[in-house]
């Protein structure tokens, strides 16, 4: 009798033991959301299509396996992407596996058919015990990758030591692709020099947002930044110095290539510009052959004594003070030459040659240029891309226009079957300063803090252009004042972000009231990378759940 009792009393004891183990195994496996990653689901920039959350958790672990399947060249890279990125932070060596099985704690890319991702969609699906990104191409892939690394916490981006952070990421589905094909930022490494570890850094911040085009601003009054071994002096004599006077560089054709594949690695598209027929003078100074003859009419130095004088070294800010002569044939030997090295060590579609400011090129000799470069551009197999000054040249449908300033230009451009993208100064102007205090940065479009740079719509900015014709979006950033990568940063962020955003999300719904708070949260990850950004007074950036939760004062108008 007794020992039945005690019998029954450890049968009792074990089962409520079992049940208390079980329903901790299920607790630990139902983990609600947090509400940090909640808002890092809720967060993400630039917005995806769809985002909806099924309020559980999965945790990254050190057994978490990264699985790809299919054999499409590619996918295998962008396992390989994800595994390192992942490393640093939190001292996972993740294994990789392609066998495509999808077994628990994995994190799963395959190839799908999915008609409506279109070439860079993907879908992601976070469950308590999987993560499965799909996607029709590798591109789509890497673009789910990166949406991966917002949903984790910031700590992530730590690539010098391991982070004390619990991974975890909220359950629930995201289905995405954008709206442009054109997603990009243009860098003058002219003005000033920036090498290649700096442009690499560049490539990283713009492709966290999705960017896709780098459009690099390699020639232009001061400086020319590119080895073109048929001209040697290009780059020996015209890349000796800089706006103020610094010992300025230019990228050997190795260098070059570096940057292609570095940029090819993180799906961007490197656009090389060569600025003709204006912004010329670092060549004219290089090769006196260049310079123009007496036919075209040059005013004395005497008569501007402050003016520049073209063929002699530069390193001021003015422009359109130099041109290339068109009834040179040694003209058309030079950019036949530079063209063709160029479109040699460029694996992308385009080759840029500028077309801008060319205030002392006569007209009927600036459409000349323009359009011969096409031709010469297309017999290297390339499209041409120049700023909206070449809309007055025979543009066709196979031309892409930069719209920068002109309503006109753009307008024509489009009338001539061209192709557009849009760069309008007043909006996304990168080198603009914010405010009258800003430390950098020109304003002669505009002063554009944050709020300005993000409200605006490629499709509604100039009248009279059909929505098939425009591309995307770039936002330039000119290096007159820019000399450090902390200036770079500095005029970059917070505004880069939203240009991303424009680029990529849809325009219903887009609101700056809603966007700022999802941007202030980015700024944990910035301070991570080490990003010195500009602390806007527009962002209201104590918002991260703790602050929220403090009720924390919210206006912080410190500026870095
Ligand atoms: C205009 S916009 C330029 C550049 C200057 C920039 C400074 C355009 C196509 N040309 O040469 O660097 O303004 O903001």
Same mark, same amino acid.
């Not at 002669?444 to 009248?463: G, H, K, L, N, Q």
């Not at 708070?517 to 202030?520: E, G, H, I, K, N």
């Given at each position: ?8 009393i450890?049968?009792? &004891?074990?089962? +409520?033991?079992?049940?208390?183990? @079980?329903?901790?195994?299920?607790? %630990?496996?139902? /983990? *609600? ?6 808002q ?19 945790t ?7 699985v ?8 295998d890279?962008?396992?390989r ?11 996972f060596?993740?294994?990789?596996s ?33 993560i499965?990104?799909?996607?029709n191409?590798?591109v789509?892939l &890497?673009?789910? +990758?990166q949406?991966l690394?917002? @949903?984790?916490?910031?700590?992530? %981006?730590?690539? /010098? *030591?391991?982070?004390?952070a619990?991974w ?7 289905r ?6 054109w ?10 020099f ?11 911040l713009?492709?966290l947002?999705k960017?896709?085009v780098?459009?690099l ?12 071994k048929s ?6 004599i ?12 230019y990228?050997?054709q190795?260098?070059y ?25 670092a060549?004219?100074v290089?090769?006196k052959?260049l310079?123009?003859?007496?036919s ?6 005497s008569a501007r ?9 530069y390193t ?7 041109t ?6 040694v ?5 036949n ?15 840029h ?5 060319a ?6 000799d600036y459409?000349?240029?323009i ?9 290297n197999?390339?499209?041409m891309?120049?700023w ?8 066709d449908?196979?031309v ?11 307008r024509?451009a ?11 100064a007043?909006k996304v102007?990168?080198?603009?300063q914010?405010?009258?205090?800003s430390?950098?940065?020109?304003h ?21 252009i059909?929505?098939s014709?425009i ?17 770079i940063e500095?005029?970059?962020f ?8 424009i ?13 700022k708070?999802?941007?202030?949260n980015?700024a944990e990850?910035?301070d991570?990378l080490d990003i010195?950004?500009y ?21 912080s108008?410190a500026?870095?």
């Open positions: 009798m007794f020992y039945t009792r005690l019998k029954t450890r049968i009792v &004891y074990v089962t +409520a033991g079992l049940l208390a183990g @079980l329903f901790l195994v299920s607790c %630990e496996r139902n /983990k *609600s959301t947090s509400p940090e990653a909640r890092r689901f809720e967060g993400i920039i630039p917005k995806p299509v769809s985002a909806n959350m099924t309020g559980n958790t999965f990254l672990t050190e057994d978490t396996k990264v790809t399947s299919g054999s499409v060249e590619g996918v890279n962008v396992a992407f994800l595994i390192d990125k992942l490393k640093p932070a939190t001292g060596n993740l294994e990789k392609s066998d495509g099985k999808e077994g628990k704690n994995s994190i799963l890319l395959s190839i799908s058919k999915d008609a409506e991702l279109g070439a860079e969609g993907y879908e992601l699906t976070v469950s308590e015990d999987q499965k990104i799909t996607a191409s590798p789509g &890497y673009w789910g +990758a949406t690394r917002q @949903l984790l916490p910031a700590e992530i %981006e730590n690539s /010098k *030591s391991a982070a004390n619990s975890e990421i909220a359950t629930g589905t995201i995405d692709y954008p709206r442009y094909s997603r990009g930022s243009m860098l003058d490494v002219s003005r000033h920036f090498g290649v570890e700096d442009v690499k850094r560049y490539i990283d713009i492709s947002y960017m896709n780098l459009h601003h390699i020639s232009d009054d001061q400086g020319w930044r590119i080895e073109i001209w040697p002096n290009l780059a020996n015209g890349g000796r110095t800089q706006v103020g006077g610094g010992k300025g560089g990228y050997t190795e260098d290539k570096e940057i292609v594949n570095y940029a090819s690695s993180r799906h961007i598209t490197i656009i090389p510009e060569i600025d003709m027929p204006g912004h010329i003078n060549a004219l290089s090769y052959e310079n123009p003859g007496p075209i009419n040059r005013e004395p130095a004594p402050n003016r520049p004088v073209a063929g002699q070294v001021g800010t003015e422009v359109g003070f130099s290339l002569d068109v009834r040179k044939e003209t058309f030997k030079f950019v030459d530079v063209l063709r090295e160029l479109a040699a060590i460029t694996p992308g579609p385009y080759l040659i500028g077309g801008d400011e205030a002392v090129t006569k007209k009927p459409i000349a240029f359009n011969r470069f096409k031709d010469i551009v297309k017999a197999g390339k499209r891309v120049g909206e000054e070449i809309a007055q040249g025979d543009v449908s196979t892409i226009v930069q719209h920068w300033h002109s309503q006109q230009y753009a024509m489009a009338e001539k079957g061209a192709k557009l993208i849009f760069s309008p007043q102007y990168l080198d603009m914010y405010d009258s205090t430390k950098l940065g020109l002669w479009a505009a002063y554009i803090e944050v709020d300005s740079s993000y409200m605006w719509d490629p499709a509604t900015r100039v009248d009279g059909d929505a014709q591309l995307g979006v770039e936002a330039p950033l000119w290096s007159e004042t820019v000399v450090t990568m902390d200036d500095y005029l970059v917070p505004r880069l972000p939203g240009v991303a955003e680029g990529w999300s849809k325009s219903d719904g887009r609101d700056w009231n809603e966007y708070v999802r941007l202030a980015q990850r910035w991570v010195d950004y602390r806007s007074p527009k962002v209201p950036w104590d918002t991260s759940v703790d602050q929220q939760d403090n009720k924390k004062d919210t206006t108008t500026s870095k």
